[in-house]
Antibody, heavy 119, light 112 residues
Framework: EVQLVQSGAEVKKPGESLKISCKGSGYRFTTYWLGWVRQMPGKGLEWMGIIYPGDSDARYSPSLQGQVTISVDKSITTAYLQWSSLKASDTAMYFC????????????WGQGTLVTVSS | DVVMTQTPLSLSVTPGQPASISCKSSQSLLHSDGKTYLYWYLQKPGQSPQLLIYEVSSRFSGVPDRFSGSGSGTDFTLKISRVEADDVGVYYCMQGIHLPWTFGQGTQVEIK
């Protein structure tokens, strides 16, 4: 069974750094891209970027390039999304999701990590 | 970016009745490989999104056959033949032909 288990909710202050995680299991981790999707409070879904665990090749949404970093540690089948300096506007639910075989959609999703940034 | 436009934005349906959601893309989603990269997701209240339909009309594993997708090029439709209480949530279409993949605004479906 494919499972993506994300780290727990975070409350941070503006300017702080943060790294959230997504652990994959139940499939060959290094052969499927993994991605991150943002959902701001009361809003829709926004594609942030994807990474290939096999070689850490990452692609980012142009609107978020430089704002976040997507990385992976294939030795522990875990992907990460990190910020070096959070803003209040980063408050959102973040979902990780596995990219399907045709490299054009997400087939399995994590449960989501709520990030709240407030002074 | 490819803009995905859904209509309606909300829908109230009597159980057992059909429902239909339209999704239009600003560019054709037909790839040179012959596939059309249009997907439908359902986000139930308090849950993560789940894949319903891939490549316009193929149901994902475990998705009931009351859900069906159709369309081509830039115009697509999701139909629920007989809505059930468990179908409540927000439905999103998504294009996967161009990065960044983009989602429609979402259609909120509720039960009357």
């Amino acid at each position: 069974e494919v499972q993506l288990v994300q780290s727990g909710a975070e409350v941070k202050k503006p300017g702080e750094s943060l790294k959230i995680s997504c652990k994959g299991s139940g499939y060959r981790f290094t052969t499927y891209w993994l991605g991150w999707v943002r959902q701001m409070p009361g809003k829709g879904l926004e594609w942030m970027g994807i990474i290939y665990p096999g070689d850490s090749d990452a692609r980012y949404s142009p609107s978020l390039q430089g704002q976040v970093t997507i990385s992976v540690d294939k030795s522990i089948t875990t992907a990460y999304l990190q910020w070096s300096s959070l803003k209040a506007s980063d408050t959102a639910m973040y979902f990780c999701a596995r990219v399907g075989s045709s490299w054009s959609y997400f087939d399995y999703w994590g449960q989501g990590t709520l990030v709240t940034v407030s002074s | 970016d490819v803009v995905m436009t859904q209509t309606p934005l909300s829908l109230s349906v009597t159980p057992g009745q059909p429902a239909s959601i339209s999704c239009k893309s600003s560019q054709s989603l037909l790839h040179s490989d012959g596939k059309t990269y249009l997907y439908w997701y359902l986000q139930k209240p308090g849950q993560s999104p789940q894949l319903l339909i891939y490549e316009v009309s193929s149901r994902f594993s475990g998705v009931p056959d009351r859900f069906s997708g159709s369309g081509s090029g830039t115009d697509f439709t999701l139909k629920i033949s007989r809505v059930e209480a468990d179908d409540v949530g927000v439905y999103y279409c998504m294009q996967g032909i161009h990065l960044p993949w983009t989602f429609g605004q979402g259609t909120q479906v509720e039960i009357k």
